[in-house]
Structure formats: C-alpha cells, structure tokens
C-alpha cells in the first residue's frame, strides 16, 4: 500500500511527488504517457524567483531572458526590461524529465505508461485502476490520492469535484527562425481575440529556433495559423517544417473545492494558473508544495478527512487569492478591449510616468502589483474608465491582405500534442 498515489507525471505531480517522498512518505506517480515531457505542455517561461522559491534542476534550462517587446495591433511597440526579475526559458521536455529524476532520487516510483482509468474510495483507503498500452490492467492502492491531471478532468466528477469554467486556449509550434534575441508579443483581436501572440527565440544544437504560439479566447489553432502568416513573423521562419506543436486549453480560475475525502487537486487540474497570461507552472510547484505538505500532516495524524485537507486550500488560497482575483478581472476587462483601445493603452504606457510604474513593479510572477499600480495612476484610469465606459470601434482585417503573401504553414488536428 502507497501512502499517497498521485495521478499525472507534469510538474504538479512530479514534484508534489518529490516533497512527499524527501518526507518519508511513500509514493507512485501515474503518467499516461509513455515518456515523462513528452508531449510538451507549454513555452517554457518561468520566472528565476522559481529557481530559489523551489528544489529544481536546472539542466533544462535554454536561456535567460530580461527584455520583452509588445506590439499593438496599430503598429505601437513598447520594450520592458525588468531589473527585478529575469525569465526563464526552460525546455519543458527535459525540465519534467529532470523533475521525474529527482522524485525518483528521493524514493518515489514512477509509472510513465500508466493511465489512470479509475479512482474508488474504500472505507480506509483509495484504489486506482491503471491500464498500459498493451491493455494490461493493476489495481494499485493508497492512503491518499492526489489529481495532477493538467488540462485533462475526466477523473474530476467521479471523485465529487467540479470542472473549471473559464479557460483560454492555447497553440504553438517550434520552427527554425532567424537570430534574434528577446521574447516577443503582439495584441490585436484578429491576432490573438483576449489574449496575446508570441515569439520567443533560442538555440537548439546550435539551430537559431522559435516557440511561435497564441493564447486566444477561442480558436487558437486558427489563429496561430494566420500569426504564422503574418510578414513580420513569415518573413523570418527558416524552416517551415514543424519540430513541436502544441495545442491545449488552460484553465484561468480555481474550482471551488480542491479538496475532499482522501483526495487533493493541485496544478492545471485544480485551475490554478495565472489569469492575466496563462501560465501555470509556478503555481503548479506551489500547489505541489502546499498538497505535500497538508498530505503529510494527514497521514501523521491518520486522518484523511477533508476537515484535515481543507488545510491544503486555505494555504494556496492565502498565498495565491488575492492575485487570483485582481489578475482575473483585469483579465475579464482587457480581453474585451477594441484594437483602437489596445493603441490608446500602449500610448498612455509609453509616456511617463506610467514608463516608471511598470519599471518599478512589473513581475513575471505576480501581477496584481503592476495592476494595482497602473489603477492608481490618473492617466490610466481616465483610459480604464472611458474604456469601460464606450465598446470602442475594432480595426478589422487591417491586416489581412498582408497575410496572403507567403505560404501558410499547415497544422493538422491530429498532429497537435493536446493530451
Ligand atoms: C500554449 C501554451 C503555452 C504555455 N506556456 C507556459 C509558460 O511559458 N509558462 C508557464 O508557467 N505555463 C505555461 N503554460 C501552462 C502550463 O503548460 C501548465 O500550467 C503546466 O503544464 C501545468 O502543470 P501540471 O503538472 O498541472 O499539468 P501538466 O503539465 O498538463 O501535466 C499533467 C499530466 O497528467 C497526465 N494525465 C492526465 N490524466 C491522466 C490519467 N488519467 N492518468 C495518468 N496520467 C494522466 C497528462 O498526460 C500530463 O502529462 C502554457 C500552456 C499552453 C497551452
């Protein structure tokens, strides 16, 4: 018997796995895959506060990064550079794969291969049902369970959990690019409707490469399509053969329970990414860190109840809610912006002093400051309220006749890693 069975090999459940089993616990990881990274879920951008915050390799990481340029859909463009905080970009691949590692170091047992068909609470403890790819099945048994599933809920509803209901959706694709430096982003409803379009360059085996992708309200594998055909990214691809592609949705707000009988959620599967960009392995290591901790209490004082874990909740929600909630609204009110409103803002930004706000409290991590801080700005509120104030006129297609100009890259449904 596992004191804590966990189901999903990505960077929830790998390092959840890895705190219980430097506690003494033991513990089985379930990945439905055959390999641990791979597909890969993600970009790759975490912030380097990870790296102290949290125990984690550091092999897999592809470059540093301290400047970010933005682009508006009316051809504004503004470059942050962050003397607080730089970025990570992490081959997320042999990030996992580092993670698995690790949590095997420490004494846990890893099962790639294993899907989990089924949980069932018993009086005492839980039972999984895991298949493999020849069909074979095991029954295997724990004290505890945790949910890591990411983007995947078909295991939610059974154990009394609800689904998230806000998401955005993500695609990307890694291509040969010219050499360039800096992560890139580029607004506009016909580029990205609520979200955002990146590029952000590095080097594989010496092959200046790019993750090109778009986070969208809806469509995204659209919409990555067309950004690929646009001359600014077009005119600098230098293979058109696509290395990794990517398409899944995330998950922007927590569900309501994420705890119960025997039974924790932590990372995507729990809802916990930020809501402004999406990303969500930061808050994945924490939640990881916060289930470890609530699982060992319980299994020390022999009481799984949810009275006990709802210890785990009250901890991510002390760390995390107040970002959750301010990060959600700016969200809920900026994806509606106009593209002449997207122009507006980035004028208002460019100008002092708001050049300064952003200076002085942009974090890859936490949003809630600089959101905060360009609330109490006058010359942004004015733009906020009268924002919120019109519906705004939208340049459309002004970009469209630019797209007809080079091939588009093919992305076929079936190619796409989506889990
Ligand atoms: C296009 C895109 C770009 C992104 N870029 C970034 C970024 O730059 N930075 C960032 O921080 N975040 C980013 N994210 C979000 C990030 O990918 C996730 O927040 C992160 O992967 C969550 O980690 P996780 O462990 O919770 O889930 P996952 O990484 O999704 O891992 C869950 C694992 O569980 C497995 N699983 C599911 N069900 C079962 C089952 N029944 N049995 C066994 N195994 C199962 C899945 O196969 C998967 O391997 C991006 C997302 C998208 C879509």
Redesign the pocket.
């Known amino acids: 018997m596992y004191d804590v069975l966990i189901?999903?090999?990505?960077?929830?459940?790998?390092?959840a796995a890895y705190c219980l089993a430097k506690a003494g616990r033991r513990v089985a990881v379930?990945?439905?895959?055959p390999e641990?990274g791979s597909?890969v879920?993600?970009?790759?951008?975490?912030a380097s506060e990870s790296f102290t915050r949290f125990d984690l390799p550091r092999h897999a990481n592809q470059a540093a990064l301290r400047e970010a340029r933005f682009y508006s859909p009316g051809g504004h463009s503004l470059s942050v550079a962050s003397e607080k905080d730089e970025t990570v970009?992490?081959d997320?691949s042999a990030f996992?794969r580092g993670l698995a590692d690790q949590a095997r170091a420490a004494g846990a047992e890893i099962f790639p291969g294993?899907?989990?068909?089924a949980l069932r609470r018993l009086r005492r403890n839980l039972v999984a049902r895991?298949s493999n790819s020849t069909g074979m099945e095991r029954l295997v048994s724990g004290r505890l369970g945790i949910l890591?599933?990411?983007?995947?809920y078909?295991?939610h509803r059974g154990l009394g959990f609800q689904l998230p209901d806000r998401f955005?959706?993500?695609?990307?694709v890694e291509v040969g690019f010219e050499i360039t430096s800096g992560v890139e982003v580029y607004f506009g409803n016909d580029i990205a409707p609520g979200s955002f379009a990146w590029i952000?360059p590095f080097t594989r085996e010496g092959v200046a490469m790019a993750?090109i992708?778009?986070?969208a309200s809806r469509d995204?594998m659209q919409y990555l399509t067309r950004f690929l055909r646009l001359p600014v990214v077009a005119s600098r691809i230098r293979s058109r053969a696509v290395y990794q592609y990517?398409?899944?949705?995330?998950a922007v707000w927590p569900l309501p329970q994420t705890f119960g009988d025997r039974m924790l959620v932590?990372?995507?599967?729990?809802g916990?990414?930020?809501p402004t960009?999406?990303?969500?392995?930061?808050?994945?290591l924490l939640?990881?860190e916060f289930a470890a901790d609530t699982a060992c209490r319980a299994l020390s004082a022999g009481d799984c109840s949810p009275r006990v874990l709802s210890r785990y909740q009250n901890a991510w929600r002390a760390a995390l809610a107040s970002e959750l909630k301010v990060g959600s609204l700016f969200r809920g009110y900026a994806s509606r912006f106009s593209d002449a409103q997207i122009d507006e803002a980035f004028q208002i930004v460019a100008a002092e002093p708001v050049t300064r706000l952003i200076r002085d409290h942009a974090s890859f991590n936490w949003h809630k400051g600089i959101i905060l801080a360009l609330w109490r700005s006058s010359s942004m509120r004015g733009f906020l309220w009268r924002a919120l104030m019109s519906r705004g006129g939208r340049i459309i297609g002004a970009l469209r006749p630019f797209m007809k100009a080079y091939p588009a890259i093919k992305l076929r449904e079936e190619g796409a890693a989506t889990?």
């Open positions: 189901v999903g090999g990505g960077p929830a459940g790998l390092y379930f990945e439905e895959h641990i597909p879920h993600c970009t790759g951008l975490i970009l992490l997320r996992d294993h899907r989990v068909e895991t890591a599933t990411g983007a995947s078909g295991l955005v959706y993500g695609a990307q952000v993750k992708g778009v986070l995204a990517l398409r899944r949705p995330v932590i990372g995507d599967a729990a916990l990414a930020k960009t999406g990303g969500g392995v930061y808050y994945s939640s990881a889990d």
